[in-house]
């Protein structure tokens, strides 16, 4: 009982977690990502959003990154990002949130109707 308490705890403080990111957090997260993520890939994730560079375009205009804009006028990766990642950080926390606030139910009526008595057994008997 203490442990699915425990857990309901935990489940509830992360989900609330997820949910409580402020831009600014998806934001320096987002530009740790691309600072530590390596050259590939962050080509990767050029191609996938047809973007280049995180806050603006690059200087060296590279092909791989400009698939679809042959003048290399593309967006910046940034806003596709934190867009993503504050997508995710949201799924996340509604669902991390739905299945506590169910573990939590589930407690509940375990504890509410664990001990009563059985109507098909004698009425005479304890439990």
């Not at 050029?46 to 967006?75: A, I, N, T, Y």
């Not at 139910?105 to 504890?111: E, F, S």
Request: hydrophobic content about 35%.
């Amino acid at each position: 009982m203490v442990i699915l308490f425990a857990l309901f705890v935990v489940q509830f403080s992360l989900a609330f977690g997820c949910l409580s990111f402020s831009p600014e957090q998806k934001q320096g997260l987002a530009s740790s990502g691309w600072t530590s993520s390596s050259s590939k890939t962050r080509a990767r994730a050029q191609r996938l959003w047809s973007c280049c560079g995180f806050h603006s375009v690059e200087d060296s205009c590279s092909k791989s990154c400009c698939l679809h804009s042959p003048d290399c006028q593309c967006p910046p990766c940034e806003p596709f990002i934190v867009e993503s990642i504050s997508h995710g950080l949201s799924i996340t926390g509604w669902v991390g949130l739905l299945f506590s606030l169910t573990e939590f139910l589930g407690v509940w009526l375990t504890v509410r109707y664990r001990n009563q008595k059985d109507p098909r057994k004698d009425p005479s008997a304890f439990l």
